[in-house]
C-alpha cells in the first residue's frame, strides 16, 4: 500500500504510515466533528478495511478543529423529527449505526488508539471510550453533557462505564459537566496527558511500537482482554488459560520465543 492508495474526502482524512499505522482524521470540524450519519458510515467502512487488510496494523483516530467530535449532530436529529414517526425510525437506525462502530472498535483485531487536542462531548466521548487506548493534549475536554438538554447519555454510558470506575462515571453522566485532560487521565478514559506540540509525534511513536509486534499475537491478546473481563474470576481464568496455550502452538510464539533465547529480533509470520 502507498500514500496513493489513501482516500480523501470531505470528512475524513487517511494518512498511511510505512510501519503499518493508519492514520485517520475526523475533519468536519464546522460541524465539530459530529458523528452524523455520514461520519459513522465513514467510520465504519474505515474499521471493516482495517479488519480485512493485513498491512493495517493499528489504526489512530485523530480529528481537525477544537472538538475531537461533539457527538451526533443535533440538527440532523432535529430535521429527523418532521418525519411521520417523530423521528423514531430514523434515531433508531442511528442508534444502530453509533453501536456498530463503537463494537467494531472493540471487535476489531487491530488496535485503535484515539488522539485528542479538543472537546470530546456525548458520543465523541463514547469514541474515545471505546478505543484500546487514548492519548490527550491537555486542551483536550470530556463530557456526557445529555442532561443539559434531555437526554440522558445511555450509550456513550456503555463504553464510559467500561473504562472508569462507576463513582466517576456517574458523575459525569449525571452532572454533564466537563472532565479536563488530567483528570480523564486520573478516572481512566484517557491514558496519559501530552503536551500538545509532541502529542502526535508521541501517539504515532506508540502506534509503531505496536506495529512492530506480530499482528496475530496482538488480535489474539485483543480479543481475549474484552471477553474475559465479562466473565467470572474462575471461568475468566479457564478461558484465558485455553487461550494462552493455544497461543504457545502458533509459530510466532515458536519464533519470538526462540529468538528471546538466541538473543535476535524476531522474525514475524503473523500466524
Not at 69 to 87: F, M, P, V
Request: aromatic content about 6%; some cysteine; hydrophobic content about 45%.
Amino acid at each position: 500500500m502507498s500514500v496513493d492508495d489513501v482516500s480523501v474526502d470531505e470528512i475524513l482524512q487517511q494518512e498511511w504510515d510505512p510501519a503499518g499505522v493508519l492514520r485517520v482524521t475526523l475533519d468536519d470540524s464546522a460541524r465539530r466533528n459530529a458523528l452524523s450519519e455520514r461520519m459513522l458510515d465513514e467510520l465504519q467502512a474505515v474499521l471493516d478495511r482495517a479488519e480485512s487488510d493485513p498491512n493495517i496494523r493499528v489504526v489512530v483516530l485523530a480529528a481537525s478543529g477544537p472538538a475531537f467530535s461533539a457527538g451526533h449532530d443535533l440538527k440532523e436529529i432535529t430535521r429527523a423529527r418532521e418525519q411521520e414517526d417523530s423521528g423514531r425510525a430514523f434515531f433508531e437506525d442511528l442508534m444502530q449505526r453509533c453501536a456498530n462502530v463503537m463494537q467494531s472498535i472493540v471487535n476489531n483485531a487491530k488496535p485503535v488508539i484515539a488522539e485528542v487536542t479538543g472537546v470530546a462531548t456525548a458520543a465523541g466521548c463514547q469514541l474515545v471510550a471505546s478505543c484500546d487506548l487514548a492519548y490527550a493534549a491537555p486542551t483536550a475536554r470530556f463530557a456526557t453533557p445529555g442532561v443539559h438538554i434531555g437526554l440522558f447519555c445511555s450509550t456513550p454510558m456503555v463504553a464510559l462505564s467500561r473504562n472508569v470506575s462507576n463513582k466517576a462515571a456517574m458523575e459525569m453522566l449525571l452532572t454533564g459537566e466537563m472532565v479536563d485532560a488530567q483528570e480523564a487521565a486520573r478516572i481512566g478514559l484517557v491514558n496519559k496527558v501530552v503536551p500538545a506540540e509532541s502529542l502526535t509525534e508521541f501517539t504515532m511513536d506508540v502506534a509503531r511500537t505496536i506495529a512492530s509486534k506480530s499482528s496475530m499475537t496482538l488480535a489474539t491478546g485483543k480479543r481475549a482482554f474484552y471477553a474475559q473481563r465479562e466473565m467470572p474470576l474462575a471461568d475468566a481464568y479457564d478461558y484465558a488459560s485455553a487461550v494462552m496455550v493455544d497461543n504457545m502452538l502458533k509459530l510466532d510464539a515458536v519464533e519470538g520465543i526462540g529468538a528471546f533465547i538466541e538473543k535476535r529480533a524476531p522474525t514475524w509470520q503473523d500466524q
